[in-house]
C-alpha cells in the first residue's frame, strides 16, 4: 500500500526556520496538503495542493515540493506553532493517505 | 459552516456501533465527506470516504469489509457502520469536509469509540 514518510519530530529554537518533510513515490503527480493538530483540538488546514495557504494561516507557513518531496516550511517558527504535522495525499485509486505525523517542537 | 459527529461510546470487541455527522452551511451533496481517526499515542489515520452523490465509496484496507460509508442527501447526515469492532479501532472520529480548490475545508470535533470488555 502507499505510503507518505515523515520525521517523527523537528525541533527549532524561536525565529529559526522548521522544514518538515514528506515523501512519497506519487508525490511528483499527486498534491501535497499539510494539516496543524495540537492538543485536543482538530486538525487545521496550513497547506493545500503543494504551496497554496488557506486564509487565515500566517504567510511565515509555506509549502513546496521537489520531485517526491513535500516539504512544509515555517519561517520565524514561533512557541504558538508547536504541535504534530500531517501531510496528505492521494494514492493511484484516489484514497486518502495521512504520513505518520511530525512533532514539532519550539524552545 | 460545520459538521457534528455523534454516535461514539464503549463497545464490546466484535460489537457493532454507528456513527453520524450532521452537516450545516455549505451544499452538502456537491461535496465528498471522509471520516479519519485518532488512535491514542498514534497519527492521523484515513478511513473512509464517500462522493457527494454516495455512489462512490472508499475505504482504508484496515477497515474494508467491516465498515461502511453511507449518507442521506436530504439529512445533510453522513454515517459510518462499523461492525466487527476489534481494540484497534478505538480512538477519535472525525467526520471532514476535505480542501476544496479553495483550500476550504471542514472538521467536526470528533466522537470517541473505544472497543473494551
Known amino acids: 500500500s502507499y505510503e507518505l514518510t515523515q520525521p517523527p519530530s523537528v525541533s527549532v529554537s524561536p525565529g529559526q526556520t522548521a522544514r518538515i518533510t514528506c515523501s512519497g513515490d506519487?508525490?511528483?503527480?499527486?498534491?501535497a496538503y499539510w494539516y496543524q493538530q495540537k492538543s485536543g483540538q482538530a486538525p487545521v488546514l496550513v497547506i493545500y495542493?503543494?504551496?497554496k495557504r488557506p486564509s487565515g494561516i500566517p504567510e511565515r507557513f509555506s509549502g513546496s515540493r521537489s520531485g517526491t518531496m513535500a516539504t512544509l516550511a515555517i519561517s520565524g517558527a514561533q512557541v504558538e506553532d508547536e504541535g504534530d504535522y500531517y501531510c496528505?495525499?492521494?494514492?493511484?485509486?484516489?484514497?486518502?493517505?495521512f504520513g505518520g505525523g511530525t512533532k514539532l517542537t519550539v524552545l | 459552516v460545520q459538521v457534528l459527529e455523534s454516535g461514539g461510546g464503549l463497545v464490546q470487541p466484535g460489537g457493532s456501533l454507528r456513527l453520524s455527522c450532521a452537516a450545516s452551511?455549505?451544499?452538502?451533496?456537491?461535496?465528498?465527506m471522509h471520516w479519519v481517526r485518532r488512535a491514542p499515542g498514534k497519527g492521523l489515520e484515513w478511513v473512509s470516504a464517500?462522493?457527494?452523490?454516495?455512489?462512490?465509496?472508499y475505504y482504508a484496507d484496515s477497515v474494508k469489509g467491516r465498515f461502511i460509508i453511507s449518507r442521506d442527501n436530504s439529512k445533510n447526515t453522513v454515517y459510518l457502520q462499523m461492525n466487527s469492532l476489534r481494540a484497534e479501532d478505538a480512538a477519535l472520529y472525525y467526520c471532514?469536509?476535505?480542501?476544496?480548490?479553495?483550500?476550504?475545508?471542514?472538521w467536526g470535533q470528533g466522537t470517541t469509540v473505544t472497543v473494551s470488555s
Open positions: 471532514a469536509k476535505f480542501p476544496d480548490y479553495n483550500g476550504m475545508d471542514v
Open positions: 452551511g455549505f451544499t452538502f451533496s456537491n461535496y465528498a
Open positions: 464517500i462522493s457527494g452523490s454516495g455512489g462512490s465509496t
Open positions: 506519487a508525490l511528483p503527480r499527486k498534491y
Open positions: 495542493e503543494v504551496n
Open positions: 496528505y495525499s492521494t494514492d493511484s485509486d484516489g484514497n486518502v493517505v
